[in-house]
């Protein structure tokens, strides 16, 4: 039962290099979003998909692309890296009923020198 | 715009001594209130959702509660595996079920 996984764990990039960050999802669940998370911010919505085939910004969604490309996996892509974008990222998913909370995975920490 | 306030930052308790994180929100309209526990180097794990003012969740030592203006997370007797961060999030129904806003989290520190 491996939940949310990301891929992957660590990362360094040069300004200016692109990348994707990987994440796939066994629950079934409907939903899947990109957050942020930097010291002092909180979580910030990057992108989200509320089903296969739909995806919407969210607060922060400048210098990101992201692709659902099925209902199982849910990719982040930095086009061309910049400092700004060192951070912590989570992908999270969702059933669209119940009383339950987002699953996150462990997270992907980017560094970009 | 849809706010949530956390306190303390930090907060350090002896094994056993009581206490309560405060969660204050703002929102147009709350859908639900979401609690977190997030450990160093790890996603945040859900705990408890609260729907309406009134309403309480238990889950072994930690006590949810909301109002129509904030929430309190107690810990009762904690110990030190209780030592985490934990976050606070609102869901507005203005925005449909798509959105968390996050607080900036209450760092939990439990000495033996």
């Known amino acids: 039962n491996a939940g949310v996984t990301q891929t992957p764990k660590f990362q360094v990039l040069k300004t200016g290099q692109s990348m994707t960050l990987q994440c796939a999802q066994d629950m079934n669940h409907n939903s899947m979003y990109w957050y942020r998370q930097d010291p002092g911010m909180g979580l910030r919505l990057i992108y989200y998909s509320a089903s296969e085939g739909t995806t919407d910004k969210g607060e922060v969604p400048n210098g990101y692309n992201v692709s659902r490309l099925n209902k199982r996996e849910f990719s982040l892509r930095l086009e061309s890296a910049a400092p700004s974008q060192t951070s912590v990222y989570f992908c999270?998913?969702?059933?669209?009923?119940?009383?339950?909370?987002?699953?996150f995975g462990s997270g992907t920490r980017l560094t970009v020198v | 715009e849809d706010q949530v306030t956390q306190s303390p930052e930090a907060l350090r308790l002896q094994e056993g001594e009581s206490s309560s994180l405060n969660c204050s929100y703002t929102?147009?309209?709350?859908?639900?209130l979401f609690w977190y526990r997030q450990d160093p180097g790890k996603g945040p794990e859900f705990l408890f959702t609260l729907y309406s003012a009134g309403e309480e969740k238990e889950k072994e030592r930690l006590k949810a509660t909301l109002t129509k203006k904030e929430s309190f997370l107690h810990i009762t007797a904690p110990k030190p595996e209780d030592s985490a961060t934990y976050l606070c999030?609102?869901?507005?129904?203005?925005?449909?079920?798509?959105?968390?806003?996050f607080g900036t989290g209450t760092r939990l520190l439990v000495s033996p």
């Open positions: 929102v147009s309209g709350l859908r639900g």
């Open positions: 999030a609102v869901q507005a129904s203005n925005t449909g079920f798509q959105k968390l806003v």
């Open positions: 999270a998913s969702r059933a669209t009923t119940g009383t339950l909370g987002y699953t």
